[in-house]
């Protein structure tokens, strides 16, 4: 029974380097303030940036691993409100992402994401509507 | 070389389908980290945002036409959402339309909205995007 207030099990994500080569072959999303300091610098951003597309990708996790099938994803969305800086070394960046039922109705419920990295929120009106059997 | 309210409107259509094949489906998961199951094997199906790699060869389009004279390196995404009628999955074929839905400009940075259609090749439909992207045209 999924109820308003449920509060889903939350993730925590390390974005390197290595990974926006990764998601930039796999996505063929070559934007240079991906990868190269310079080009960010050259956009006014405070470093290379984690491809939005990404942080969106495992932003959904959290809703994708609650429900058993993806197929009841209606609808997805967010806003990018803050670049998420990845730092060229091996820690990386953590972003956590969290999410609670705000509402259910006609056999749908919707969902709120939220997704932080550091102390910022990165991402703004992340919601998502599933299907609920 | 610019754009405003005026190219509202306007569609752009992929010049090719896209194949979608198990083994891109799978090497999409592994580039977002996501173990889940139901992106493997034989009837798996797409992760929710690779919808949006699909509408990127329409994207291309847009992107191409020099009345806008848009550059990929000075744009940012402002925001996503998508709309699914369906999961994607190994096997399909999907046509994508892109149309410019809204033009707002604030000094250098011009705020460009386009929803993307996808569809089968037969009509099918799969799923829209809804894209905002920020474009600085101001010279640095």
Known sequence: MIEVGTELPALTVTFRREDLVRYAGASGDFNPIHWSDRMAAALGLPGVIAHGMLTMASAVRVVTDWISDPADLLEYGVRFTKPVVVPDDDKGVNVTFSAKVDKVTDGKAEIDITAVAGEEKVLGRARAVVRVR | ?140
């Open chain 2, 1 to 140: 070389m610019t754009i405003d309210a005026t190219m509202v409107g306007r569609s752009y259509a992929a010049a090719e389908s896209y194949q979608v094949g198990r083994e891109k489906i799978r090497e999409f998961a592994a580039a977002i980290g996501d173990p889940n199951p139901a992106y493997t094997g034989a009837d798996a199906v797409a992760p929710p945002t690779f919808a949006f790699m699909l509408g990127s060869r329409a994207l291309e389009q847009l992107l191409n036409d020099e009345e806008l004279g848009l550059r990929l390196d000075r744009i940012v995404h402002g925001a996503q959402k998508f709309s699914y009628t369906r999961p994607i999955k190994a096997g399909d074929d999907i046509a994508a339309t892109a149309t410019i839905t809204t033009v707002r400009k604030a000094g250098d940075v011009e705020v460009i909205m386009y929803e993307t259609a996808l569809t089968t090749v037969d009509g099918e439909p799969i799923a829209t995007s809804t894209s905002t992207i920020s474009h600085n045209r101001g010279e640095s």
